[in-house]
Structures are given as C-alpha cells and as structure tokens.
C-alpha cells in the first residue's frame, strides 16, 4: 500500500502534469490566433508527445514513478515548446546549457536504473560492480547525447531548420555542439558519480527512492519465480 506521502506526490504529479498541457494548449491557441500555423502544429505534436511516457508504460506492463514521469515530461516542455516554440534559446542564452546538462543527469538516472534492474532480474546472469555501473550510467548518456545532436545535424540539412546555433562566432554550429555534448558529460558525471557513492556506501538519496519504488510498483519484473 502507498504511504501518504506517495499519495500527496502522485497528487501533485498529475496537477503539475495537466498544468504543463494546459500552458501548451493556451499557446497552440495564441498561435493559431497569429496565424502561426507551422508552430502550432508543432506545438500540438509536443502537447501529444508528453503522453507518450504513460502510453510506452502501460504499453509495457511497467509502471515508472511519478518523479521520473514528471521530469520527462518537464524535459520535453521545456527543451521542445519553450525552447523551440517559444525561441527560449535565443531569449536566454544559458537556456541550452541548463537543459543539456539537465539532460546528462536524466539520461544518466535511467543508465543506473537499467543496469538496476538488469542486476535484479533472475534470468540476466549478471552482477556488476559499482564502479561499472556508474561508468555504464555516463557512457549511456553521453551516447544519447550524442545521438541527439546527430539528430539535430540531419535535420538541419535535411529540412534548413536551426538546431545547431551559431556560438562564440562560429556560424557553422560546430561549437554548439561540443558546448552541448561538453554539459551532457558534465550533469551524466555528477549522476554516475552519486549512484556510485550511494552504491558503495548504501546510503538513502533521491535517486534511490525512486529506484526503490520502481521495483516495488513492478514485481513482475524482479519476481525470483518468473519462468525462464
């Protein structure tokens, strides 16, 4: 049974949830208003794209706990509608270093939980040690990372969208690049670095919490009589 206080979180998780949706629903409207159509449109893929953390887990049979849900969705809000749709990016210039460094500590908390439950799952044989484990949470989100900003690359030759910025004088986009896979690196460390502290001296964080919850809110994928 979830204590009081999951309750009250699981509470304030689908308030702060719909209020994100509603804020992108006003904006579709203003633009729409401003005959804004290409951003309106955009704006509606994002507003849906901010389900897709609850259809992929029901999809899956997984349920994630409602911080992690909530981050992602914050992340996509943010980077994608204020950033993009509403040019936060070139309103604020820490904008981008904020999310991308933000972006290595998610991208890092998901390499610990998957190598988390890999440990924990009775038909992987498979027992790492800490100091593993935190290097596989950084190489995994480096390497999103990077991935991403291939993204960014192919859709800036293939559709002449702006995704690469210009930087420190360098038109071509090239230093925006290493400036966001540099705070990647910088926000997946520090994460690879606490999990492994936690790891090693078995101390309570935040991270461990919702690890904590992940498997307790999904026994089927830890259960010791799962047929092989």
Not at 17 to 40: F, H, M, N, Q
Not at 173 to 197: C, E, H, K, N, P
Not at 210 to 227: D, K, Q, V, Y
């Amino acid at each position: 049974m979830d204590s009081p206080e999951t309750t009250r979180f699981d509470l304030a998780h689908r308030y702060l949830t719909y209020t994100l949706r509603v804020v992108i629903v006003i904006g579709i409207g203003w633009e729409i208003a401003e005959g804004l159509w290409g951003s309106a449109a955009i704006a509606t893929g994002i507003l849906l794209l901010t389900f897709l953390p609850a259809v992929l887990a029901r999809q899956a049979n997984v349920h994630v706990p409602p911080e992690f849900e909530l981050l992602t969705i914050a992340f996509i809000f943010a980077s994608l509608f204020l950033g993009e749709v509403r040019d936060y990016y070139n309103r604020f210039w820490w904008w981008d270093i904020v999310l991308h460094t933000t972006s290595g500590g998610l991208l890092g908390v998901l390499g610990l939980l998957l190598v988390y439950v890999l440990n924990e799952t009775p038909h992987v044989d498979l027992h790492l040690r800490p100091g593993f484990v935190a290097f596989f949470a950084f190489c995994f989100a480096l390497s999103v990372g990077t991935t991403w900003e291939l993204f960014e690359f192919a859709m800036d030759q293939l559709f002449g969208m702006n995704m690469q910025k210009p930087m420190l004088g360098d038109p071509s986009g090239l230093t925006d690049t290493m400036f966001d896979l540099m705070v990647d690196a910088i926000g997946a460390f520090l994460i690879s670095i606490a999990g492994y502290v936690y790891m090693v001296r078995d101390s309570e964080s935040i991270i461990d919490q919702g690890i904590r919850r992940f498997i307790t809110r999904n026994p089927h994928l830890f259960s010791r009589n799962r047929a092989g």
